[in-house]
């Protein structure tokens, strides 16, 4: 085997491999914390859709509250939200609990997976302004 075939042949295999990892890497969840954090955390109520329950629990996606002020969900996460909300032009007023064994990190994954979770288009948070958020919460 000649010395041109060896570097043809291991060109060849470069090329497979980066194909194969180039695709699998496309296909990759950018925001799996926050996907697997909000399927333990927020998908008994909100769904795993993001839809929440009609008349309820208002949804997530395609939600207007909350492409308004994504960081403002910080202190919802954290501290839980009572009172009347309006979504979508519907109005909600069942109590939510917060979770505030989340740390900071976890609450900007779950936000960031949220902004961006079915057909969600909400920009990116970042962590410190989730940080800045949570230290100035009303409680």
């Known amino acids: 085997m000649t010395n041109y075939f060896k570097f043809l042949l291991c060109g060849i295999l470069l090329l497979l491999v980066w194909a194969l990892l180039g695709s ?16 333990n955390f927020c998908a008994n109520c909100h769904m795993e859709d993001g839809t929440g329950l009609k008349g309820l629990i208002p949804p997530l996606a395609n939600a ?7 960081v403002r969900m910080a202190c919802i996460i954290r ?32 936000i960031n997976y949220i902004n961006q979770a079915w057909g969600n288009d909400y920009g990116y948070v970042k962590f410190k302004d989730v940080k800045k958020a949570l230290d100035t919460c009303p409680r």
Do not use: H, W
Not at 24 to 39: A, D, H, M, N, V
Not at 64 to 70: E, L, R
Not at 83 to 92: K, L, P, R
């Open 64 to 70: 207007d509250y909350v492409q308004a002020d994504p």
């Open 79 to 110: 501290y839980g939200m009572a009172g009347e909300v309006v979504v979508n032009d519907t109005t909600y007023n069942q109590e939510m609990p917060g979770e505030p064994k989340l740390s900071d990190f976890e609450i900007t994954n779950i």
């Open 24 to 39: 699998s890497c496309t296909e990759r969840k950018p925001f799996r914390q926050g996907e697997i954090l909000y399927q």
